[in-house]
C-alpha cells in the first residue's frame, strides 16, 4: 500500500474504530460482557471488509478507470450483502450477543461510509492531469477560416 493510500485511510478508520469502541462500552454496560464481544467483532469486520473494499476500487481505479464507477457500485453492494449474510449467519449465536452486534454492524459501516465521504470531499483531486513535460502545440489545431 503507497503512502497516500495509507492516509486516505486513516481518516476513515479512526472514527469507525472509535465508534466501535463507544458502542463495544455501551454494549458492555447494557448486555454484558458477551455484548462488547459483538460490538468488537462487528467492528473488526466492518474495517476489514470495508478496508479490503476501498483497497480493490483504489487499484482499480489506477489499471481501469474506465470501470471504476461501475466497480464502485458493485463493491458497495457486495459489501452490505456480505455484512448482511453475517449478520443471519450469527443470528442465533452464542459467542455474543448477536443484537448488539447488529447494532454495532450498522452503526459503524454509516460512520465508515460518512467518513469516507468525508475524506473525499476534502481531498484535492486534480480532474485533469497536466502534462508540463509538452510544450508542443496540437498536431490538429482545427479547421482554418
Same mark, same amino acid.
Given at each position: 500500500?503507497?503512502?497516500?493510500?495509507?492516509?486516505?485511510?486513516?481518516?476513515?478508520?479512526?472514527?469507525?474504530?472509535?465508534?466501535?469502541?463507544?458502542?463495544?462500552?455501551?454494549?458492555?454496560?447494557?448486555?454484558?460482557?458477551?455484548?462488547?464481544?459483538?460490538?468488537?467483532?462487528?467492528?473488526?469486520?466492518?474495517?476489514?471488509?470495508?478496508?479490503?473494499?476501498?483497497?480493490?476500487?483504489?487499484?482499480?481505479?489506477?489499471?481501469?478507470?474506465?470501470?471504476?464507477?461501475?466497480?464502485?457500485?458493485?463493491?458497495?453492494?457486495?459489501?452490505?450483502? =456480505?455484512?448482511?449474510?453475517?449478520?443471519?449467519?450469527?443470528?442465533?449465536?452464542? $459467542?455474543?450477543?448477536?443484537?448488539?452486534?447488529?447494532?454495532? =454492524?450498522?452503526?459503524?459501516? $454509516?460512520?465508515?461510509?460518512?467518513?469516507?465521504?468525508?475524506?473525499?470531499?476534502?481531498?484535492?483531486?486534480?480532474?485533469?492531469?497536466?502534462?508540463?513535460?509538452?510544450?508542443?502545440?496540437?498536431?490538429?489545431?482545427?479547421?482554418?477560416?
Amino acid at each position: 500500500m503507497r503512502s497516500d493510500d495509507a492516509r486516505s485511510l486513516l481518516p476513515i478508520v479512526v472514527p469507525t474504530a472509535a465508534a466501535g469502541a463507544v458502542a463495544a462500552a455501551v454494549s458492555g454496560v447494557l448486555a454484558g460482557g458477551k455484548g462488547a464481544i459483538g460490538a468488537a467483532v462487528a467492528t473488526l469486520i466492518v474495517i476489514v471488509f470495508m478496508g479490503l473494499g476501498l483497497f480493490v476500487l483504489q487499484r482499480t481505479a489506477k489499471s481501469l478507470p474506465q470501470l471504476f464507477q461501475a466497480m464502485g457500485l458493485m463493491l458497495y453492494t457486495a459489501q452490505l450483502l =456480505l455484512l448482511f449474510i453475517f449478520v443471519a449467519v450469527f443470528k442465533n449465536t452464542t $459467542l455474543f450477543n448477536p443484537k448488539a452486534f447488529a447494532i454495532t =454492524l450498522v452503526a459503524t459501516t $454509516l460512520v465508515w461510509i460518512g467518513a469516507q465521504t468525508r475524506t473525499h470531499m476534502k481531498a484535492k483531486i486534480l480532474y485533469v492531469e497536466p502534462d508540463s513535460t509538452k510544450g508542443d502545440k496540437p498536431e490538429n489545431p482545427g479547421p482554418k477560416s
